[in-house]
């Protein structure tokens, strides 16, 4: 049944049209059927409110006053003159059921109104011609008004979860980046601890070369102006990322994965199965590590995916590259996509692809994560700002 109603929700998603037009054939087809009116004004009603529904996804509320006015003529008509027309509250619910889901509890008021006024059309003309059974017409009366309160609730209550679904999906994204600044503030601090302890190391060494060796010693000093400019760089760039500083005292000083991960990380995640390429073109040395470490996080988010929602036989390449001052990464697999992939239950960004794109902006960069007729692909562009290229 599941199946069923997401296969139907991507069709009305797909072709709304032609949705529209089904909802208006099936519910003027059980019209007709209820009750066949046997004059052209009743046939001129059921036109009216097919009309309608054709524009109840466009124009909720002039929609229903539509469908609401062929009701009561309808129902006046048919009390006058004893001819019967077709039966049309089943629209009158549907179109109710419509405004709820689209306008929600907003001016309740006046669809309690609206309500009353189908409840009155139906004590008026009952069974859609004349009845002085008065026990007949209260029945009718308080079935309709109760089936049109019922619609218009149903309807509302959809409308508050989906509002809550997408207050939840948008604080839960906000959670999932604040997470993932966080975590990013932990790794600059790592880097950024690493480089320092070169500097100390290089200082130290090159206080000795002065005496003994002058050339060294230039080469060390170069090297400090080198990785404090780089340091310096990473400083600036957490500071615009992070709107706080979670970086705990004592965190490890050991640098973060690099491009010369990467293929660890390929042969790690071959060891499960999956046919992988890694294809690696243009001068890639010397990236500063805040881009190699970038690079590396999003081919290792990216194969999680993979194993993930790839399919039972995924087939995965990946390229790494460095063209005109950009470094560019993408990841595609083309196996055959499994039913649970990110593109087929939201249209939402998971917090994996939340996360590569915060990682990327922090240089300048962009993420660009969609679905393709056979899999999935990630292509990532981040400016390749060499050090000691300035």
């Known amino acids: 049944m599941t199946g069923l109603l997401q296969r139907v929700r991507a069709f009305d998603r797909q072709h709304p049209l032609w949705w529209d037009l089904a909802v208006a054939i099936a519910v003027t087809v059980i019209a007709l059927i209820a009750n066949l009116p046997r004059d052209p004004v009743g046939a001129a009603f059921v036109a009216v409110v097919a009309i309608g529904v054709m524009l109840r996804r466009r124009k909720p509320v002039p929609a229903l006053l539509t469908v609401l006015s062929a009701v009561v003529f309808s129902a006046v008509v048919s009390s006058l003159t004893g001819v019967g027309g077709a039966w049309l509250y089943l629209t009158m619910w549907v179109m109710l059921f419509n405004v ?5 509890s907003r001016r309740m008021w006046a669809f ?9 059309a139906a004590f008026v003309d009952p069974v859609n011609g004349f009845s002085s059974d008065l026990l007949e017409r209260i029945r009718s009366s308080v079935g309709v008004t109760a089936m049109s309160a019922a619609s218009y609730l149903v309807g509302v209550q959809i409308n508050i979860r989906r509002q809550a679904l997408v207050t939840h999906r948008r604080e839960a994204a906000r959670e999932a980046v604040i997470a993932e600044r966080s975590r990013i503030a932990h790794e600059m601090h790592d880097i950024i601890g690493h480089n320092l302890s070169v500097i100390t190391s290089l200082a130290n060494g090159g206080s000795v070369a002065v005496r003994n060796s002058p050339p060294d010693a230039e080469h060390a000093f170069d090297a400090i102006g080198e990785i404090s400019r780089s340091s310096v760089q990473e400083v600036r760039r957490i500071l615009t990322v992070l709107r706080y500083d979670q970086s705990p005292d004592g ?12 293929a660890a990380l390929v042969d790690t995640v071959r060891a499960t199965g999956v046919n992988i390429a890694l294809e690696r073109s243009g001068d890639l040395e010397r990236i500063s590590p805040g881009r190699q470490l970038v690079v590396f996080r999003i081919v290792q988010e990216s194969l999680t995916n993979v ?39 939201s249209t939402e960004p998971g917090h994996g692809i939340v996360g590569m ?7 300048g960069g962009t993420v660009d994560a969609h679905a393709t007729p056979v899999g999935w692909r990630v ?8 050090i000691g290229n300035r």
Do not use: F, K, M, W
């Open 100 to 104: 709820g889901l689209r306008v929600g």
């Open 379 to 386: 292509s990532a562009r981040i400016p390749d700002d060499r």
């Open 251 to 262: 965190a490890s000083l050991t640098p973060q994965p690099g491009l010369d991960d990467v």
């Open 307 to 345: 194993l993930r929602h790839g399919g039972p036989r995924p087939h995965v390449s990946i390229s790494i590259a460095s063209v005109v001052a950009e470094l560019t990464v993408i990841v595609e697999n083309t196996g055959t996509r499994s039913r649970s992939t990110p593109s087929d239950s």
């Open 357 to 363: 794109r915060e990682r990327a902006a922090a240089y």
């Open 112 to 120: 309690g109104v609206i309500i009353l006024v189908a409840g009155l």
